[in-house]
Each structure stands twice: as structure tokens, then as C-alpha cells.
């Protein structure tokens, strides 16, 4: 008999790759899809299974972490063996315009699918993984972070997140659960949403290294972040749910970069050394050399530019990850690093637009969308 799953927020970047694994272990996978008034299942549709083909092992369900009736029903129908609660508000700027939404999907969600688990009885059955975030470290107390550091959430998304790990913490101390906490470090892939740094970076300089954009706007440069490859991440989810004890695991690399570096890093695969000039708001980033003859601007050139609406209210500045206890208990440890990555991303990206760089040439109207 294969296992059966159930993933939350299945058609996001981690919902993705997660699938594609337990699909490759035999395991029968289930996922919770919102309703939206166009296609959303852009990221899994090389997985995607007609519901007219038998013998499905990918099976997607109507639902919303909002809804506890439709979780209820949803977990009754499927009766899993693990559950990945992967599905939330993940944008941390965002959380700061929609606090409530933030707090009802990605903390209370939590509780609901647990009391599920609860209700029907499942609690020897089903083991849960929920998605926590290294932003619950926040203002920094201590440099690396570990399973040990205090919290300090700086957003509305990382307070709902806060509940949403002791919840947790307390239906495994309570009744029993096998429920625990991934307290994962950034993670960025070509399936990265387009509004987080690195994506929203990857795709501008392949558009300006294609002649589709002029400028790269950025808010605070000096932060930095512990990035991981989420192919490497998924398979650390699914190992902290195999593990003897149900715990709680740090996942990060270990090494800590600036926003204004992987600029540099993700500018390099395109051919083009960058150089920051001035400071603050007034600080930009000129294109200093340039060793790809196709690359459409001259050396001198400004492409990045700071801008303050994409500050956030409370940052978190510095974010480096100890993943000591996952490498010795589960055997975990990243295997991609940053410039592979990068390299990935970019290329990704280059090959995305080319498609725009061939319809701008044949005279259509190309729109770009800059967040
Ligand atoms: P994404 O933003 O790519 O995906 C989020 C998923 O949640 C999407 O499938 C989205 O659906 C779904 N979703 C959002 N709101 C609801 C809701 N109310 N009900 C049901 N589904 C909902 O996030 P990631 O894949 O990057 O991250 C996965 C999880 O891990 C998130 O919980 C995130 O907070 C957490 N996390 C992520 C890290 C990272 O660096 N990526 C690091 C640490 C934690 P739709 O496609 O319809 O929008
Ligand atoms: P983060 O990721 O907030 O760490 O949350 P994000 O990529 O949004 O920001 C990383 C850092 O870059 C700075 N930054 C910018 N960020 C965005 N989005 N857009 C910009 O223009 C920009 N300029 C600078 C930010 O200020 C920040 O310091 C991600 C999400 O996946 C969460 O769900 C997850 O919990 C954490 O990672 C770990």
C-alpha cells in the first residue's frame, strides 16, 4: 500500500517540488487548490492527472485554509498518513497591508487543520509538518540560528507564523501528535514567486540583458539572507516527517549573503560586472563592464535603483541559519549553493523571456510588470 499525503498550498513554489518527490517515492498525493477565476496550477501542471485517467496518484481538492469545514471534510475523505501544511500568505510586505488575512490563514489555518486531525481521530495516524520560518527570529537575539534562538517576529506574517509553531508545539505535547515544525531558512528556485528579491531579481536582469527593461527597483540592499535551493528543502520537509521522534528541525546552508550581492552574482551570468555607487536611497547600481557583445546597454549605465516603497515597516536584517541538528539526526544538508542556484535562476528566466524578446521584435506590445 503506497502512503498517502496531503499538501497545503500545492500550487506554490514548495507545493511543487515537494509533489514531484513524494510522486517519485510512490506515495498517493493529495493537494488543497484555491478556487481563482483563472487557471492556478501553472507550477504542477506537468504532474497534473485528468480526473476522467484511473489509477490517479496526484489528486487535487477545492479548498481553503480559511474553511474548517472544507479541511475537515477534505482530511475525512483522504484519511492521510502525513500532512504538509505548506498553504499561506507568504509575502512578508504583504502581511503589512492584509495583518488580518495573514493571521486567520497562516496561524489560525494551522490550528484548524490540526483540530481535523483531532476530531476524526487521526492523531496516531497522521503526521503533520508545518511550514515555519526563519523570520520568527526576526530582530536579531543571536547569529547563527538554531532550534534554540528566541523568536522575535518584526511582521504580521512571522506573529502569525509564531502562533502557528507553538500550536503545533502544543497539539504534539498535548495529545500526542506527531507534529512538527521545519523552521526553514529562505529558499528560492526558478519556481520562486516573481515578488520576492531574488526572482523579482533574476527576472530583471534577464529582461534587461534581453532589452525588455530599463531599470531593476530594490529596496533595502544591505539585508541578508541564508538562501537554499527548495529542491534540497522539500526533501528535508519529508525527512523530518520520516524521522523516529517528531521534532523540530532548523533547515538553512549556513552562509549568509546581501540582497545587493546576489545583484552582482545574478548581473555576472549575464556577462555584466555591476558596481554600486552613492549610499541610502540615492544608491544605484552602474554597469561598470560588459563581456557579452549582445548586451544592449553601455558601460555607465544605471539598472538598479533604490526605491522606498519596497521597505518594510520593522525589517529583519540578517538572517544565518545553523543546521547542525538536521545534518546529524535526519542526514540533511543543501546540496545546491548559491551561485549554482543563481546561475539556474537566471538562465530560467533568460529562456522565459526570449519568447517576449521574439513577440517585442514582431511588433507586438510587451508589458512589463515591475513588483
Ligand atoms: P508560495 O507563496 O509559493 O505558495 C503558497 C501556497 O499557499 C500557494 O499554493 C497558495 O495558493 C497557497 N495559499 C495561500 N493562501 C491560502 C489559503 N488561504 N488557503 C489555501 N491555500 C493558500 O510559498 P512557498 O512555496 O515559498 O512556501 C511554502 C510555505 O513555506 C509557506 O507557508 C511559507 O510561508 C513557508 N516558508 C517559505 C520559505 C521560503 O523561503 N520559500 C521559508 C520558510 C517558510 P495560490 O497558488 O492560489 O496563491
Ligand atoms: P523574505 O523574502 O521577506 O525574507 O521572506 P523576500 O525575498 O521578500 O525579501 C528578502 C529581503 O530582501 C529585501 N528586499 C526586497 N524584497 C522584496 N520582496 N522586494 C524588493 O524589491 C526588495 N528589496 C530588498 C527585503 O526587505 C528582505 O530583507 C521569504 C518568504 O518566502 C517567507 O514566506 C519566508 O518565511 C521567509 O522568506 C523565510
Known amino acids: 500500500m503506497s502512503k498517502v499525503a496531503l499538501i497545503t498550498g500545492v500550487t506554490g513554489q514548495d507545493g511543487a517540488y515537494l509533489t514531484e518527490l513524494l510522486l517519485s517515492k510512490g506515495y498517493e498525493v493529495h493537494g488543497i487548490k484555491r478556487r481563482a477565476s483563472q487557471f492556478n496550477t501553472d507550477r504542477i501542471d506537468h504532474l497534473y492527472q485528468d480526473p476522467h485517467v484511473s489509477d490517479r496518484n496526484l489528486i487535487l481538492h477545492y479548498g481553503d485554509l480559511t474553511d474548517s469545514t472544507n479541511l475537515v471534510r477534505i482530511v475525512q475523505e483522504i484519511q492521510p498518513d502525513e500532512i504538509y501544511n505548506l498553504a499561506a500568505m507568504s509575502h512578508v510586505k504583504v502581511s503589512f497591508d492584509m495583518p488580518e488575512y495573514a493571521a486567520d490563514a497562516d496561524g489560525i489555518g494551522t490550528l484548524r487543520l490540526l483540530e481535523a486531525i483531532r476530531l476524526l481521530g487521526l492523531t496516531e495516524k497522521t503526521r503533520f509538518y508545518q511550514a515555519s520560518t526563519s523570520e520568527l527570529y526576526g ?15 518584526r511582521s504580521p506574517y512571522a506573529v502569525a507564523k509564531m502562533y502557528a509553531y507553538w500550536i503545533t508545539v502544543n497539539y504534539r505535547e498535548a495529545y500526542g501528535m506527531f507534529a512538527c515544525n521545519g523552521i526553514l531558512f529562505n529558499h528560492e528556485s526558478p519556481l520562486r514567486g516573481e515578488t520576492f528579491v531574488t526572482r523579482k531579481i533574476t527576472r530583471a536582469v534577464a529582461k534587461i540583458s534581453l532589452g525588455l527593461q530599463d531599470q531593476l527597483y530594490l529596496g ?27 521534532e523540530d528541525f532548523v533547515l538553512a546552508t549556513g552562509v ?12 555576472r551570468e549575464v556577462g555584466v560586472e555591476l558596481e554600486f555607487r552613492g549610499e541610502g536611497v540615492d544608491e544605484v547600481g552602474v554597469v561598470a563592464a560588459v563581456q557579452d557583445a549582445n548586451f544592449p546597454l553601455a558601460v555607465g549605465t544605471t539598472v538598479v535603483s533604490v526605491d522606498p516603497r519596497y ?19 535526519l542526514g540533511w544538508k543543501h546540496k545546491y549553493d548559491l551561485a549554482a542556484m543563481c546561475s539556474e535562476m537566471v538562465r530560467a528566466d533568460v529562456e522565459l523571456f526570449r519568447r517576449d524578446q521574439l513577440l517585442k521584435r514582431e511588433g507586438f506590445e510587451i508589458r512589463n510588470q515591475y513588483e
Open 256 to 267: 549568509t549573503t546581501r540582497v545587493r550581492d546576489f545583484v552582482r552574482m545574478s548581473f
Open 220 to 246: 533595502n540592499l544591505d539585508a541578508q539572507r541564508d538562501w537554499g535551493h527548495a529542491r534540497d528543502y522539500v526533501e528535508g520537509m519529508w525527512r523530518i516527517l520520516q524521522h523516529d521522534e517528531p
Open 139 to 153: 530582530l536579531v537575539q543571536e547569529v547563527p540560528q538554531s532550534e534554540k534562538t528566541p523568536f522575535y517576529p
Open 311 to 329: 521597505f518594510r515597516p520593522t525589517e529583519v536584517e540578517l538572517l544565518l541559519g545553523d543546521p547542525t541538528k538536521a545534518q546529524t539526526k
